[in-house]
């Protein structure tokens, strides 16, 4: 009778607590769904307005330049954000040789044509960053971090993923000093050094191909006793004399001489013991997070932030609003699904278009009336490439001098570059801008060479030195939007 008494126990519990959870995710996509009904979608109200746009896209990963493709296709004015990472993730990979027809491709390359291809059927692409939209009127008000503002009839949010960290002791008091989640940007500075990275899915194999060609050894530590990633790749990586795969490992704490990561604490979770191993750098392939804080608070997400869509379309839980890619989808991850639900989620906004009585043709009437400019001014940097130059231009000039160092085979390490130019020319008067290529600085000299004269050790790439009458200012690996640059810039000044 007793044991009977605690399962009937054990079962209320158990009930309680998936009703618990169906109501707070069901709570969510109520509020949500109350705010799309208390709007109109009067469209005769909307023509009447100054700078409305038909279709906004937030993010210009392959879901956001699929979306806008379609769009600007059927003749619809498209605006695409880029947001702070430019055409997404596939940026910050190497070859692509999953993308239907094509046997390998670089991401980078891959994304500036599709990038082109929108452009080609209209699509604008604006390098800034939408940092706040009301919801509660339609159409929905934009506001971006530029300090610019529209309104929208309709919206694609494509704001991807960004990658996880461990969240261990000295992960963030190492971060850009060893600890990257970015092997491509950061395997320059590895060379002949002993890497570690934690993750044992596609991503942490691709990691490994990066970092091969300069680490002395790299060692994958994966906390199951199997990896996640492709037999192929897995295969691959063993066929390496400087790779290594170890099980059951996970990191527990990192350790640094205030310069840079010198250790790590690896707890093997079969034996429970812990090591304290001598390393030069973590890299992180440890999965990632939806990107959902820009509309988390208004749009009904899943118990993991994920945006969850209304049946087999791609709307979100506002009428209007749409969504496309990572921020949507916990389980596919794929650049191709992504690129796929980038056209569902723009067909779904022709359908809610035409549905309120909107057209291309009524589109010409919005455009009368979008005064808005979104051409961004900006002015081509000067190279820096020999030593002669660097002590001429930068170390003996006179004023604010800021030195961009990226790297042109790595697409993460030129994220700076578009900000940079456009600031260059805002403040031309009073700051020069100069950039430097570390491939093809690293082909002549060591990048440690290079930097040297200026006693500031760059760890990870983009970084921007500034110097005034020759001398070090600071030296950032910060990503700035074109405000944040500006006033950044100008405490300098
Ligand atoms: P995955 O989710 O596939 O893999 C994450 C890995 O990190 C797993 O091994 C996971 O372990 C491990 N992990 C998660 N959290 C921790 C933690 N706290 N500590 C230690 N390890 C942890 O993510 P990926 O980014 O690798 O891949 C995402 C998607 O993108 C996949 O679908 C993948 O196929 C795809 N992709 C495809 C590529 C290609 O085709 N060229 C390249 C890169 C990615 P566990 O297994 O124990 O959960």
Redesign the pocket.
């Known amino acids: 009778m007793q044991r009977l008494n605690k399962i009937v126990l054990f079962l209320f519990v158990l009930i309680s607590i998936v009703i618990g959870f169906r109501l707070m995710k069901t709570k969510a996509q109520r509020q949500s769904r109350t705010l799309s009904k208390n709007l109109s979608y009067d469209l005769g109200y909307a023509l009447r307005q100054d700078n409305v746009v038909p279709v906004t896209i937030v993010g210009s990963g392959p879901a956001g330049l699929s979306a806008a493709l379609y769009i600007a296709r059927i003749g619809m004015k498209v605006l695409t954000f880029t947001g702070p990472v430019p055409r997404g993730q596939l940026t910050q990979?190497t070859?692509?040789?999953?993308w239907p027809g094509t046997e390998s491709v670089l991401g980078v390359n891959l994304m500036n044509d599709m990038q082109k291809h929108a452009e080609h059927f209209g699509a604008t692409i604006v390098n800034d960053t939408i940092t706040k939209i009301d919801f509660s009127t339609w159409p929905f008000e934009v506001q971006t971090d530029e300090g610019y503002s529209f309104k929208t009839m309709a919206l694609i949010v494509a704001t991807g993923a960004t990658?996880?960290v461990?969240?261990i002791p000295g992960e963030s008091e190492y971060w850009g000093k060893g600890v990257t989640t970015c092997a491509i940007c950061d395997a320059f500075f590895f060379r002949n050094k002993e890497v570690v990275i934690?993750?044992?899915?596609?991503?942490?194999?691709?990691m490994v191909f990066e970092l091969i060609p300069y680490v002395k050894k790299v060692t994958l530590?994966?906390?199951?006793g199997?990896?996640?990633?492709?037999q192929s790749?897995q295969q691959k990586i063993l066929s390496y004399p400087n790779a290594a795969i170890e099980y059951y490992k996970?990191?527990k704490e990192i350790y640094g001489n205030g310069q840079t990561v010198t250790a790590i604490d690896v707890y093997d979770n079969k034996t429970k013991s812990v090591q304290r191993r001598p390393i030069d750098g973590v890299f992180l392939?440890?999965?990632?997070d939806p990107n959902n804080k820009l509309v988390q608070a208004d749009l009904a997400v899943d118990e993991h932030g994920y945006l969850l869509m209304q049946g087999r379309s791609q709307e979100t839980s506002i009428r209007g609003v749409f969504a496309a890619g990572e921020i949507q989808d916990p389980y596919?991850?794929?650049?191709i699904v992504a690129a796929g639900e980038g056209v569902r989620a723009a067909l779904d906004v022709k359908e809610f278009l035409y549905e309120i009585g909107f057209s291309p043709e009524l589109g010409v009437q919005l455009q009368k009336h979008f005064f808005q400019d979104f051409s961004n001014d900006s002015m081509q940097l000067q190279e820096i490439v020999t030593t002669q130059e660097l002590e001429k231009y930068v170390l003996k000039a006179k004023g604010l001098v800021v030195l961009d160092v990226y790297a042109d085979d790595c697409p993460g390490c030129m994220k700076m570059l578009p900000v940079l130019e456009a600031v260059a020319s805002k403040l031309k008067d009073s700051v020069t801008v100069l950039k430097t290529n570390m491939t093809k600085i690293s082909k002549t000299i060591h990048p440690k060479l290079w930097y040297e004269p200026y006693n500031v050790q760059i760890r990870r790439i983009p970084a921007m030195v500034i110097f005034k009458d020759g001398k070090v200012l600071d030296m950032t690996t910060k990503l700035f939007s074109k405000r944040e640059l500006i006033e950044y810039l100008q405490k300098f000044l």
């Open positions: 990979t070859y692509i040789d999953n990658p996880k461990l969240g934690a993750g044992g899915g596609d991503s942490a194999a691709e530590l994966v906390r199951k199997s990896m996640k990633a492709s790749s996970e990191i392939a440890i999965g990632h596919y991850r794929q650049a």
